[in-house]
């Protein structure tokens, strides 16, 4: 087939899907399927009759949806979940050892007397801790192999509440009420969706554990800033260890800086680096299963939007 890569092309991963057999083309109008690595202003809208599918490069495709690009009845596309699902889990334990670990909190007292309050403070994750995974998909199943070896309990939250590999417990989203008041480490892994936007709001915070520590490595929006702050400030959760926030990027002068029990990190849970190895792979995959007339491995739900 003949594909076309926009807005930016990535010349390793277009010789990496020209060496599968098809055809890269400059003019999205001459393209069987395209290749998107843009945000929701660098679309071709409309999308030309002719593609018959479209790869997004990312695992989020949140913005694209509403936007209206990707719509129910619309033209297919398929989306990278999954292809990261090693470096986003790293990376989530790289922040939450962090956090609980008072590593910003040293590094902001700049001073060896602060010794003592880490001593106070300093959190231990094999030390028979529980791990709630909110949205366990394929990072999920990694995360939970990747967490093994500390040895913690696994609670798996699902929108179906079906048993996730390697976890202790499964729970429905519609039954996540359950779950808030068991763990110590909530890790945020779910979508975005209108239904999830700022699911973790003050109610929340409220049912969690005073020890709990909040990941999220997801989107920004699943979690209501100005409430965790607040729970930060009046110590009703014990941290935070954000890759994503609301908004994105986080303004300098953000409160959320200078709380020493939030840990951050700007977005990279996975890197351009590490998308662009990748695409070429990914790409080859679903288009084969795409003239095959079978169902792309990363194809996106329309209605659902991921």
Not at 26 to 44: I, M, R, W, Y
Not at 83 to 109: P, R
Not at 131 to 137: L, P, T
Request: a negative charge.
């Amino acid at each position: 087939m003949k594909f076309a890569f926009q807005p930016q092309q990535w010349p390793d991963a277009i010789a990496e899907i020209e060496a599968a057999g098809h055809t890269f083309v400059e003019d999205v109008h001459d393209a069987d399927f395209l290749v998107f690595n843009g945000g929701p202003g660098k679309f071709p809208d409309p999308l030309p009759e002719n593609i018959r599918y479209v790869q997004a490069t990312f695992a989020g495709i949140d913005a694209l949806h509403e936007a209206g690009l990707i719509r129910p009845g619309g033209v297919r596309w398929a989306c990278a979940s999954g292809l990261y699902d090693d470096t986003v889990a790293e990376s989530t334990i790289a922040i939450l050892l962090a956090q609980m670990h008072m590593h910003k909190m040293i590094t902001l007292a700049g001073q060896w007397s602060v010794r003592r309050d880490v001593d106070k403070r300093k959190q231990w994750l094999f030390d028979n801790k529980t791990v709630a995974i909110i949205g366990a998909g394929r990072i999920a199943v990694k995360l939970i192999e990747m967490l093994s070896v500390f040895g913690v309990r696994i609670i798996a939250v699902t929108r179906s509440g079906r048993m996730v590999d390697g976890a202790d417990e499964s729970y429905a989203i519609a039954d996540v009420d359950r779950v808030w008041g068991k763990a110590d480490v909530v890790v945020v892994l779910a979508p975005l969706t209108p239904e999830t936007r700022h699911m973790i709001n003050r109610d929340v915070f409220g049912k969690m554990r005073s020890n709990a520590v909040l990941v999220n490595v997801a989107r920004g929006p699943l979690v209501h800033t100005d409430d965790l702050v607040e729970a930060l400030r009046n110590g009703t959760i014990a941290g935070a260890a954000l890759d994503v926030t609301e908004p994105e990027p986080l303004p300098d002068d953000h409160p959320l800086w200078d709380i020493e029990t939030c840990m951050i990190t700007p977005h990279t849970a996975n890197t351009y680096t590490i998308i662009q190895e990748r695409t070429g792979r990914l790409v080859v995959e679903n288009a084969a299963a795409f003239e095959a007339g079978e169902r792309m491995p990363n194809e996106v739900n329309l209605d659902a939007g991921y």
